[in-house]
T-cell receptor, first 116, second 112 residues
Framework: GAVVSQHPSRVICKSGTSVKIECRSL??????MFWYRQFPKKSLMLMAT?????????EQGVEKDKFLINHASLTLSTLTVTSAHPEDSSFYIC????????????FGPGTRLTVL | GESVGLHLPTLSVQEGDNSIINCAYS??????FIWYKQESGKGPQFIID?????DKRQGQRVTVLLNKTVKHLSLQIAATQPGDSAVYFC???????????FGKGTLLTVNP
């Protein structure tokens, strides 16, 4: 149980385009989903917290107009990187929290974004 | 900045040996701690967790120890196997805000 999926696993796009990444909780309803960014050989950096049906809460320094988050249902959250630039290239990971399991966050497999 | 850090960035052990990965945290108010394993190109995988009202918790081949006095967390892996090779992150959490703060990570390499 507690499986989280992400799609796509890899995406390459041209500079200036927008990219959408999906995060789904497959076997549980996620009250809260989180989006992280990870650079090579670095730790995970929280970008935003997403609650179903409400606006996402962004961490300091993360541009909300650049990284659009939509949490439309208890099993789906999306991250859209708008007008992507090469510096947005990174590994994006989502996680989901199920209230019934306490505070544990379960992570998706990640999405590798490369902006040319 | 990060409030959770690690003493050793890399750890190399022989197959069959026990591994100990350490982590220091700075927020004495944190009440929930988790260890994650991350293999190359994959998302973090939950290993084991512990709440602040405990000082030890055991799982399958893994044990987490929590010393609140010195704000120290450790992960012990028994009979380490090549499949255990990965980066291990500790994370701390305040139950009231759901956010996880991750440490820098330790790369564990198991030599056959």
């Amino acid at each position: 149980g507690a499986v989280v999926s992400q799609h796509p696993s890899r995406v390459i796009c041209k500079s200036g385009t927008s990219v959408k990444i999906e995060c789904r909780s497959l076997d549980f309803q996620a009250t809260t989903m989180f989006w992280y960014r990870q650079f090579p050989k670095k730790s995970l950096m929280l970008m935003a917290t997403s609650n179903e049906g409400s606006k996402a809460t962004y961490e300091q320094g993360v541009e909300k107009d650049k990284f659009l988050i939509n949490h439309a249902s208890l099993t789906l959250s999306t991250l859209t990187v708008t007008s992507a630039h090469p510096e947005d290239s990174s590994f994006y990971i989502c996680s989901a929290k199920w209230g019934g399991r306490g505070d544990t966050q379960y992570f998706g497999p990640g999405t590798r974004l490369t902006v040319l | 900045g990060e409030s959770v850090g690690l003493h050793l960035p890399t750890l190399s052990v022989q197959e069959g040996d026990n591994s100990i990965i350490n982590c220091a945290y700075s927020n004495s108010a944190s009440d929930y701690f988790i260890w994650y394993k991350q293999e190359s190109g994959k998302g973090p995988q939950f290993i084991i967790d512990i709440r602040s009202n405990m000082d030890k918790r055991q799982g399958q081949r893994v044990t987490v120890l929590l010393n609140k006095t010195v704000k120290h967390l450790s992960l012990q892996i028994a009979a380490t196997q090549p499949g255990d090779s990965a980066v291990y992150f500790c994370a701390e959490n305040l139950s009231s805000n759901y956010k996880l703060t991750f440490g820098k990570g330790t790369l564990l390499t198991v030599n056959p």
